[in-house]
DNA sequence: TCAATATATTCCATATAAAGCATATTTACG
DNA sequence: CGTAAATATGCTTTATATGGAATATATTGA
């Protein structure tokens, strides 16, 4: 049910959604949060440079979380993951 | 699967385990990602503070990601939802 | 208990996010 | 098409995150 984050520019459009989906304008969202509409447009386009507690205000808002998972599939840090071989035992989870 | 997060706070704690799971020592992380010991304290101690961006930058380092997904249970927007009575339909997800 | 390692904290300089304002651009609709 | 609402963007100022160094504090293990 969640929507997956992997980069940073996949947030803006689910922010955008999630507040459509509650018939917010940008100003309406903002004046919610006592933030303008031009906060919120930016925060929306660039969500990346924007500080988490920040982020989380927007979210809270829109009745929504967020959540740390586990991530999917192919990805693997090319420089090696090698996850600590003598070290504790096997899921990293 | 997800490890929820609805306050800022609860995020540091998450980040530490994962790093430890990892095996990995702050300096650690913080080297794969030419950042200090002293930054990747502070980013687990205060999460709240950091940006989008670096955030994604650990997290991908720790092999997890974030997603947006709806709020659980209880709360609710003291100032009334309301959810756009007249546009589309219900569920705001 | 002592030493080694890991983590936290303070201070300072610099980069950059946040906020406000004006205005441009786009979108929705008569 | 014309007009109004919604959204985006450039600019300036101010607040704050980032980064580095030094150092304190805590944790772990012999």
New interface residues.
């Given amino acids: 049910?969640?929507?997956?984050?992997?980069?940073?520019g996949q947030?803006g459009p689910?922010?955008q959604r999630?507040r459509r989906?509650?018939?917010?304008s940008q100003a309406a969202l903002g004046q919610?949060l006592g933030l303008s509409q031009e906060r919120i447009s930016r925060i929306e386009r660039s969500?990346?440079?924007?500080?988490?507690?920040q982020?989380?205000t927007v979210?809270?808002?829109l009745?929504?979380?967020?959540?740390?998972?586990?991530?999917?599939a192919g990805?693997?840090?090319a420089?090696g993951?090698k996850?600590?071989p003598g070290?504790?035992s096997g899921e990293?989870?």
Same sequence: chains 1, 2.
């Fill in positions: 049910m969640g929507t997956p984050i992997t980069t940073t947030l689910v922010l999630l989906n509650h018939g917010l919610k969500p990346e440079k924007v500080t988490l507690d982020l989380m979210l809270m808002a009745n929504a979380e967020l959540q740390v998972a586990p991530r999917e990805s693997q840090s420089t993951p996850a600590a070290k504790r990293d989870w």
